[in-house]
Structure formats: structure tokens, C-alpha cells
């Protein structure tokens, strides 16, 4: 399997960005999607993540209310929308797959990487 990530960019806080997570080499079914970031200085930290089974979402609490992870299975794409953008959301923004996946929950553990976008809040 194969993760792209795109959408990274300079934003001023409060702003919006979308970012995107295309997966080739598997089709979007049973499988469990996480987003997370690492900023500089910083350990890696989840952000938020989607089961596949139904779609269940869910969110790292500095981002709820903030950030809506949504996926295509057409486009066999998962987004992570970020709006009320801050300084501290600063970080490279990875995903992450588990395939397959038949949980309504998110996995501890994930074994496809992509290789990340970069996110930088500041005015």
C-alpha cells in the first residue's frame, strides 16, 4: 500500500486547510485511517482516525470541535479539515493505515505510513 498526503501549507491562525490521504494499492473497505503530527522538538501524537466498518470517528481532544476527519471510498481518500487554526496545530501531518481493519474503533498500532505534509500556522 501506498499513502500520499497533500494539502499541507502557510496559514495564518484561524485559518482553514484541508488536508488529503490517498491510498493506492488497496481498496478502501475494511481498513482504519489515522491522522497524527510531529513537531519539531516533539514526540508524535494522534490526531484523529476513521474506522472503515462504519465510519466512526474519532478526535485527540486539542483538536475536537476544530478538525473533521471524512473519507471518499470512490476516490479511496480519507481528509482531515482543519478549521480555527492555531500556532500549536505547527507540525508535519502524517497518515496512517491498517488494512484490513473490522473494528468500529481506531488500532493502537499502524503499519502503513505515508510520508507526510507540512502544516504551518503563523501570521
Known amino acids: 500500500a501506498q499513502l500520499v498526503e497533500s494539502g499541507g501549507d502557510l496559514v495564518q491562525p484561524g485559518g482553514s486547510l484541508r488536508l488529503s490521504c490517498e491510498v493506492s494499492?488497496?481498496?478502501?473497505?475494511?481498513?482504519?485511517i489515522g491522522w497524527f503530527r510531529q513537531a519539531p522538538g516533539k514526540e508524535r501524537e494522534g490526531v484523529s482516525c476513521?474506522?472503515?466498518?462504519?465510519?466512526?470517528?474519532y478526535y485527540e481532544d486539542s483538536v475536537k470541535g476544530r478538525f473533521t476527519i471524512s473519507r471518499d471510498n470512490a476516490e479511496n481518500t480519507v481528509y482531515l479539515h482543519m478549521n480555527s487554526l492555531k500556532p500549536e496545530d505547527t507540525a508535519v501531518y502524517y497518515c496512517?493505515?491498517?488494512?484490513?481493519?473490522?473494528?468500529?474503533?481506531?488500532?493502537?498500532?499502524?503499519?502503513?505510513w505515508g510520508q507526510g505534509t507540512q502544516v504551518t500556522v503563523s501570521s
Open positions: 496512517a493505515m491498517v488494512y484490513p481493519w473490522y473494528g468500529y474503533d481506531c488500532p493502537h498500532e499502524y503499519k502503513y
Open positions: 494499492g488497496f481498496t478502501l473497505d475494511y481498513y482504519a
Open positions: 476513521i474506522s472503515g466498518r462504519d465510519g466512526s470517528s
